[in-house]
T-cell receptor, first 115, second 113 residues
């Protein structure tokens, strides 16, 4: 069965510092991987996704993630964060079977950017 | 703005009651998904509809049901509500039902008192 583990529940960081949010998944089949962001009192917004091809994926707002099949990881990075990046970040894997598409989410990582 | 709309934004009700949450998918999307976000369970998939038909079920309680109408909007019905049903309910939509990206609505926050 697929599962997603986000290794840090909270990540505090200073503005303009780099950040990495870690995500590991387990799956016996090929997966598609996603990062979503949830700003306070808002819905989920897609940051980036990995379907196939290049293992380095670039997303919106300067974020990127690297798919590492051998380590079953899909860590999210940003070289310099802003106060506005303060949000909850969710890693997700899609279980695609029999024509349906179900997202399995990690528990989330709360990124707090401090001035 | 994802193009997915959900109403109402907030809902406060009492235990034992029944409520209906509504979702309109993005224009052209045939699939609708419902998710529940709660503090103790996190984000969980509830159910998927594709072009009016139920496609997949997740951790959806028997007290909950959903449907997708011919105009492709969907409703999630929650009955015999309990305190533990308080959560944020998200609707998402995608073009079909395959590997495409799911786009999420802003959610309906349900509080059961």
């Amino acid at each position: 069965a697929q599962s997603v583990t986000q290794l840090d529940s909270q990540v505090p960081v200073f503005e303009e510092a780099p950040v990495e949010l870690r995500c590991n998944y387990s799956s016996s089949v090929s997966v598609y991987l996603f990062w979503y962001v949830q700003y306070p009192n808002q819905g989920l917004q897609l940051l980036l996704k990995y379907l196939s091809g290049s293992t380095l994926v670039k997303g919106i707002n300067g974020f990127e993630a690297e798919f590492n099949k051998s380590q079953t990881s899909f860590h999210l990075r940003k070289p310099s964060v802003h106060i506005s990046d303060t949000a909850e970040y969710f890693c997700a894997v899609t279980l695609f079977s029999g024509g349906y598409n179900k997202l399995i989410f990690g528990a989330g990582t709360r990124l707090a950017v401090h001035p | 703005d994802s193009g997915v709309t959900q109403t109402p934004k907030h809902l406060i009700t009492a235990t034992g009651q029944r409520v209906t949450l509504r979702c309109s998918p993005r224009s052209g999307d045939l699939s609708v998904y419902w998710y529940q976000q709660s503090l103790d369970q996190g984000l969980q998939f509830l159910i998927q509809y594709y072009n009016g038909e139920e496609r997949a079920k997740g951790n959806i309680l028997e007290r909950f049901s959903a449907q997708q109408f011919p105009d492709l909007h969907s409703e999630l019905n929650l009955s015999s509500l309990e305190l533990g049903d308080s959560a944020l309910y998200f609707c998402a939509s995608s073009v079909a039902g395959g590997r495409e990206t799911q786009y999420f609505g802003p959610g309906t926050r349900l509080l059961v008192l």
